[in-house]
């Protein structure tokens, strides 16, 4: 059969982006975004969009969702995945190939697997409660409500008490997350050993260091974002605010943010591997290869 849609995953710092490109280059496609951080506006660096990547012997590629959020809102998997049906069918309308690219497992899952998901409003008497809780408590709560695969919900307080609220919700009203129609996608990882990834990601976050990273979260703090929710966006975002905020050192910071993003990246192996045992079938393609290579493997499963 030849899939609707090529889906490109893998943990960060493996050149997903760059591959992404040279396929739509090749197909005539356009890049659809999984990634929950790069839907925000003035958070580039931080959450590694890297825009210039997206052009190509001087063209450029089309993306999507990504810069389609301000920073300071808290966008969610229900929103994303509505954004994603409304781009996905305008994509196909218009006569081109869609590549989901990205590394947050729980959006491409919830893409592919079509959660059945709904819009869960803010329930307030329960979040008074919920705010006289500390977070070894509402750890405990969320736990006690469902098996979480996703534990960047265990690692902000606000994220916690959302996720205890989405929960509560599905209980109190009977829905489920069942599976719905997915979408007919090719998946193709990108991986390294992880002695070869823990080097790519240190060189990565220091050339984002170097590039301008720490003054884009000070400009977000001196736009009026305050340094507990710029906190919430991800770990770059919690160690630099911490680092610029809290009087945490400049060389711990640096220590702390990298063996984060080492446990992140395999955090996020974890989740595609629990994919795979759920059924998905992921084409793994090894990192080493030449983008050449690499190219010619993701077109010929493509068509397989």
């Known amino acids: 059969m030849t899939y609707k849609m090529i889906t490109l995953l893998g943990p960060t710092a493996t050149g997903k982006t760059r591959l992404a490109v040279l396929i739509a280059n090749k197909i005539n496609g356009e890049i659809i975004s999984a990634d929950s951080r790069q839907v925000y506006k003035r958070m580039d660096i931080g959450t590694g969009k890297d825009l ?9 590629t089309v993306y999507h969702l990504i810069n389609i959020a301000e920073p300071g809102y808290a966008y969610n998997l229900y929103q994303y995945q509505q954004e994603f049906y409304n781009v996905y069918r305008d994509i196909t309308v218009r006569g081109k190939k869609p590549i ?7 959006y491409i899952e919830a893409v592919l697997k079509g959660y059945s ?7 307030d008497h329960l979040r008074m409660y919920l705010s006289q809780k500390s977070e070894p408590e509402l750890t405990t709560m969320l736990i006690d409500l469902k098996k979480v695969h996703n534990t960047t919900d265990l690692t902000e307080r606000e ?13 109190e009203n009977g829905i489920s997350t069942s599976n719905i129609n997915g979408y007919s996608s090719i998946i193709v990882g990108i991986n390294y050993p992880r002695e070869i990834i823990r080097k790519r990601i240190t060189e990565r976050l220091q050339q984002r260091l170097d590039g301008g990273m720490i003054e884009e979260v000070k400009s977000l703090l001196d736009s009026g974002i305050s340094s507990e929710k710029l906190k919430y966006y991800g770990l770059e975002y919690k160690f630099i605010t911490q680092y610029l905020c809290d009087g945490l050192a400049y060389d711990e910071m640096v220590r702390l943010l990298n063996i984060a993003i080492h446990q992140f ?6 989740w595609f591997r629990r994919m795979e ?6 084409h793994w393609v090894d990192g080493a290869w030449s983008e050449e290579e690499k190219l010619e493997f993701v077109l010929s499963k493509r068509k397989s």
Do not use: D, H, W
Not at 52 to 59: D, T
Not at 277 to 282: L, P, V, Y
């Open 117 to 123: 998901l709904i819009n869960v409003p803010v329930n």
């Open 277 to 282: 045992k759920q059924g998905f079938i992921i």
């Open 159 to 171: 994220r916690l008490i959302r996720a205890i609220e989405i929960e509560t919700y599905y209980r």
């Open 265 to 270: 990246a395999k955090r996020q192996m974890t």
């Open 52 to 60: 210039s990547e997206y052009v190509l012997n001087g063209n450029q």
């Open 100 to 106: 989901l690219c990205g590394g947050s497992g729980l």
